[in-house]
Each structure stands twice: as C-alpha cells, then as structure tokens.
C-alpha cells in the first residue's frame, strides 16, 4: 500500500530558531500533499494544501510567512517553521494523496514539535 | 460548511466485545466521502474505513463496519470483537467528493479492558 514517511519524528528546538519537517511519498507520486496541525488531544486542523511546483494554499489564519511549504518534486515537501516560538509547540502530520489506495489519502507518521 | 461531530470523548469496551463510535455530519454537499481513522498514541493516521454517501450498502473492512444512515447523517464505526491494540482515538472525517480537504471530528477515545 501507499507509504508517506514523514522526519523527524520528535524535534526539539530553541525558541527563534527554525525547523524543517519532510513528507515524502515513497511509492507513488503525490502531486498535492496535505499539512495539518493537532494540538494536544484535539483534532486535526488543515493548515495548507501543497502543491508541486506552485505555491501552497493556505488556510484561513495561518501564517503563511512563518510556514514555509515547499513541494519541489513529486515525492517531497517540506514545512518549515521559522522563528519557532512555544505556541507553535504541536503535533504537525502530513498526508498524501494516492488514488490507488483505499481511502486515496496517505497520512504520515506526524511530527512532535516542542519548542523550549 | 461542513462539520463533524464525535459525542464520546472516552469509550470502554471488554476484549472480544462489540463496540460502537458515533459520529454525525452536516453538509450540503451532495456527494461526499465518509472516513475513519485510528490514531495510536505513535500518532500516525491509520485508514480504516470509507464510505462514499451513493454507496448503497455499508462499507466493511475486516472487523470494522460502518453503519452509514444518509437520512440521519450519521456514519458510525462498529468494531466488532475488540482487541487490546484496538485502544486508540478513532477520528470519523469528511471529504466532499473532488475536494481535498478532511473534515475531522474531535475524535473518541477507545479503551479496550482485558
């Protein structure tokens, strides 16, 4: 089946310091991926819709200038928090959509951000 | 505008039991996608389960039916006998038909007792 790797894991970082999270479609190619943002037993929240080689969309109150998304190639993008600061402490999972699988949506492992 | 609801936060099953998530939608999208996930304390999001809102019959995969009532708008998870690695949150999600976004519950809490 469909496979979305998603690194780190875990990540820690300094407050004003930058993190850049990967979500890589591994047998497939995922023309949009998907970053959502789950805060502490709440649900998912879509925060942008990546799409390769344009720009992301952004939803609704997301800063777009403190998420960088980049979707350079068809099995990559990246989210990068710049300036993290505590608040953006949060569980950050990407998903991928593969029409070959059930369900044609593949979510990654997710990413625990802390910031300290 | 579509919305998702989950009124059980926290749910108790014995092992070998059957159990059943609720959950409710508002849409007026006529053509939609149901899903379920399962997320372990790991975090990932595992699929379980889908059904489409012109599907007549309800969709069931393995021990998981979905008990799909168009007319009451309900899409509820039926898991039938229970496992110790069932215990996760379980999030029902919708997704209009073309779209790309997920809607997602606040999720329910399982917990399967020895």
């Known amino acids: 089946g469909a496979v979305v790797s998603q690194h780190p894991s875990r990540v820690i970082c300094k407050s004003g310091t930058s993190v850049k999270i990967e979500c890589r479609s591994l047998d497939f190619q995922a023309t949009t991926m998907f970053w959502y943002r789950q805060f502490p037993k709440q649900s998912l929240m879509l925060m942008a819709t990546s799409n390769e080689g344009s720009k992301a969309t952004y939803e609704q109150g997301v800063e777009k200038d403190k998420f960088l998304i980049n979707h350079a190639s068809l099995t990559l993008s990246t989210l990068t928090v710049t300036s993290a600061h505590p608040e953006d402490s949060s569980f950050y999972i990407c998903?991928?959509?593969?029409?070959?699988?059930?369900?044609?949506?593949?979510f990654g492992s997710g990413t625990r951000l802390t910031v300290v | 505008a579509q919305k998702i609801t989950q009124t059980q936060p926290g749910m108790f099953v014995q092992e070998k039991e059957a159990v059943t998530l609720d959950c409710t939608y508002d849409?007026?999208?006529?053509?939609?996608?149901l899903f379920w996930y399962k997320q372990p304390s790991s975090g990932e999001m595992i699929f379980l389960i889908y059904?489409?809102?012109?599907?007549?019959q309800n969709a069931t995969e393995g021990r998981y039916s979905l008990n799909f009532q168009k007319a009451r708008k309900s899409a509820n998870l039926v898991i039938s006998a229970s496992q110790l690695g069932d215990s996760a949150m379980y999030f029902c999600?919708?997704?209009?038909?073309?779209?790309?976004?997920?809607?997602f519950g606040t999720g329910t809490s399982l917990t399967v007792i020895p």
């Open positions: 849409t007026s999208d006529q053509s939609y996608g």
């Open positions: 999600a919708m997704r209009a038909r073309g779209g790309n976004q997920f809607y």
């Open positions: 998903s991928a959509r593969d029409r070959r699988g059930a369900g044609g949506y593949t």
């Open positions: 059904q489409g809102s012109y599907d007549e």
